[in-house]
């Protein structure tokens, strides 16, 4: 049977996004109302004047611009493993040993290839045993799978069946986990796994802190290890919210140059703000943001965490005011605004558009020269350093 992955599908696996919406596995935090944009956007604007795209030209379905080929790459790899071939699963996760944030986008990919249909992991467990990269696959899908069994709701809402199913199958993925890791002991995806699990096993900080070790020990400044990681020390499970920020702050400050490892701290703030926390201010707040722009700024443009990290950057930049500096990312966003956080206020576009507009207004930018202005031939391009 023929499959096919949408591409927007492929991109919000991918993205580490996992940057721009909070799609961790566990139940999400409860959510503020839908807050509209405060500002008004006056009849007079004219974004294309600040090498910015009209309202019209905005696209809400994306987060970033789409990438063909890393779409048809994800497309010949389902499509393969969908039609009984689990090796070029299998060669596609290898080709990315020692990247461990590449392979672990691709490792996301074949997860969800795998809950569409996955007789060729069951045929590639099979046939190769010994394959760390398989039995860490088998283990994180039983992490989702438990996860899918109980839902996103608060404890008190979960039947008690599903609940006891729940909590047989998480300990299980990481027992599962723990023997993936045998296989390899240089690939760090089983203690991702065990990491991601911890939350949901109930797993304790004195427990935690020997998988948090096993994870940093094989990958120092693995992105999505270091979110479970954060996620792990919030509020709404093992931590407070000073643990959070210190834990996001300690990843930045340790992140290597073109790394979007910094960016973690946008999502602390995202953390915060999605329970009500204030947000950090004075100005110690106020270098950690600019820093974070100058890290970003480091990142290859084809990674894709960074989109979504850009949006998040705007936002945070234009709350704690620095106007000018939250144009500059606008400018590098483009036309590009499905993120999260402005879906968070309503629609997107209009949010997305009116933080524009504040951004221009307050940072008191003028319009740009005409051969720097905004041109509808090139609808996808973006401003670049």
Known sequence: ??????????????????????????PSAPKSPAR????????????TAYGLPPRAALDPTRVGPPSPARARAAQAVADAAWGGDWRSAADHLAAAAGDWDEHWSRFELLRAVAREDDAWL??????????????????????HRAWAIRG?????????????????????????????ALLDAANPAPWVVMVTAAR??????????PLW????????????????????????????NGQMMRFAEAAMDAAPPRSPLAGLYLHALSELESRDSGLPTGAAATAR???????????PAEDPRLPGLRHLLAHYLGRAGLHAAALEQFRLIGRWCGAQVWADRGDPAEAFHAARAEAVEKSGARPLPPEQQWREKNPDAAFHR
């Open 36 to 47: 509209k944009a405060p500002y008004r956007v006056p009849e007079s604007f004219d974004a």
């Open 213 to 240: 070790e096993g994870l940093v020990a094989r990958a120092p400044h693995h992105y999505e290890g270091h979110w479970q990681g954060m996620q792990y020390w919030c509020a709404k499970w093992f931590g407070t």
């Open 200 to 209: 949901g096993a109930q797993i304790k900080p004195d427990g935690f802190r």
């Open 152 to 180: 996103g709701g608060y404890a008190n809402e979960v039947p008690p069946e599903k609940m006891a199913e729940f909590r047989a199958l998480l300990p299980a993925a990481i027992e599962a986990a723990r023997r993936a």
């Open 122 to 143: 069951t045929a590639w467990r099979a046939a190769d045993p010994n394959s760390c990269d398989a039995a860490a696959l088998e283990a994180d899908l039983m992490v």
């Open 1 to 26: 049977m023929h499959h096919l992955i949408a591409p927007i599908t492929v991109f919000v696996i991918l993205a580490l996004i996992r940057g721009y919406r909070s799609r961790s596995t566990g």
């Open 289 to 299: 943001l600019e820093a974070v722009a100058r890290a970003l700024s480091e990142v």
